[in-house]
């Protein structure tokens, strides 16, 4: 939809971003320009299995077989927001780069000062992880992997062991972070069905992943600068996917104190990653018109009804639920394997937040 576009051209300007962008903080998009149609990513490799890539890649004696182990004591004793904030911390670095810790990368112009990944977090978290991998294994766990493993750890606690997945290991650590390839790459929150259907199939992931995926919205906190198209007077109260008329009264006040409140993205399990999200899709108590879209299809609205429990499977028994984690699990495998590095292009960091001295 037009008034859901972006300045396609907003990558080449972000040398001269100043405070007259009307900056959606809390996930750095400016709001959208009705005249400018968004501009799609460019179309990583299909993912596939890799040689280099395989479980229990640390394992063998002469690698580092306690690394798995060393990433899951230091998630293990992070708070509910740090482990969601390293969920989001192993998509936005797939999305952009690939799986490679670009995001991690420290400089002017990189990533991880780019708008949507100023709120970010779990930086911290890895940079302790992979302290203690230095001292016991150096030179050989890639940050790369330290960011994936910590996504499955957190997954699992916060889903009470219910999300529970093999990492397929053994990625280098890229050399390139912009911070303008951010905006062409991750999935704006006021997109509609069509652009994060889109954006999705741009990095290999069909529009089924899509809706797994998006689950991990049962968790974390946003600002309310990430969600003023929800809100009067800018919603349309009359839309069908419009929040529901309580949550947005209540969001309005409570985000009338300052765009920079974090409220937290599913207020009935804030701290659990479940299949609650798909029951807040289905009331329309959801904060990103991204996740309210997924209403708008038969085919999408037939998903999200089916992981909240709604719909029968085989024997009459509602598995959606079930179901939802074992998915969730594949999707988090399959997403690691975007734009995958080789020795040639990338290496293994001393630190995470540095590319190597030559």
Same mark, same amino acid.
């Given at each position: ?105 420290? /400089? ?8 949507? =990944? ?55 650590? /890229? ?49 309310? #600068? ?9 919603? =349309?109260? #009359? ?6 008329? !309580? ?31 798909? !029951?807040?899709?289905? #009331? ?35 598995? /959606? ?17 975007? /734009?995958? !590095?080789? #020795? ?5 960091? !001393? ?8």
């Amino acid at each position: 939809m037009a008034k859901l576009a972006l300045l396609a051209v907003l990558a080449s300007l972000l040398g001269a971003v100043s405070c007259e962008f009307s900056i959606y903080a809390g996930y750095g998009f400016p709001p959208p320009n009705p005249s400018v149609p968004y501009q799609l990513p460019q179309a990583c490799p299909p993912v596939s299995p890799t040689p280099g890539l395989k479980v229990g890649y640390y394992a063998d004696k002469d690698k580092c077989p306690r690394a798995e182990e060393i990433v899951r004591k230091v998630v293990e004793k992070a708070t509910a927001g740090e482990k969601a904030g390293l969920i989001r911390l192993f998509f936005h670095d797939c999305f952009v780069e690939g799986c490679d810790g670009s995001v991690l990368l420290s /400089g002017t112009d990189t990533e991880r000062t780019a708008f949507p =990944n100023l709120s970010l977090r779990g930086f911290e978290l890895i940079e302790e992880a992979k302290a203690k991998l230095e001292k016991h294994c150096p030179g050989i766990v890639s940050c790369a992997d330290i960011v994936a493993f910590a996504g499955r750890d957190a997954s699992y606690s916060l889903s009470y062991g219910r999300i529970n997945y093999r990492v397929p290991a053994g990625r280098y650590d /890229g050399k390139v972070s912009r911070a303008a390839d951010t905006f062409q790459n991750l999935p704006p929150p006021f997109g509609d069905l069509a652009l994060t259907t889109a954006m999705f199939a741009a990095k290999g992931l069909n529009q089924n992943e899509m809706v797994v995926l998006s689950g991990a919205h049962s968790i974390g906190r946003s600002a309310c #600068s990430s969600f003023p198209d929800r809100l009067p007077p800018a919603a =349309n109260s #009359s839309s069908s996917t419009a929040m529901e008329p !309580k949550l947005a009264g209540q969001l309005t006040a409570t985000c009338s104190a300052g765009s920079s409140i974090n409220v937290p993205q599913d207020a009935v399990t804030p701290d659990r990653l479940d299949n609650q999200y798909y !029951k807040n899709v289905i #009331s329309r108590d959801v904060l990103f018109n991204s996740d309210a879209s997924l209403t708008t299809s038969s085919q999408t609205e037939d998903l999200v009804e089916f992981y909240a429990g709604n719909r029968q499977f085989l024997s009459g028994k509602f598995l /959606g639920p079930i179901v939802w984690y074992h998915d969730f699990e594949d999707a988090m495998v399959k997403m690691g394997y975007i /734009g995958l !590095k080789t #020795s040639a292009e990338g290496e293994i960091r !001393k630190t995470c937040a540095f590319i190597n001295k030559t």
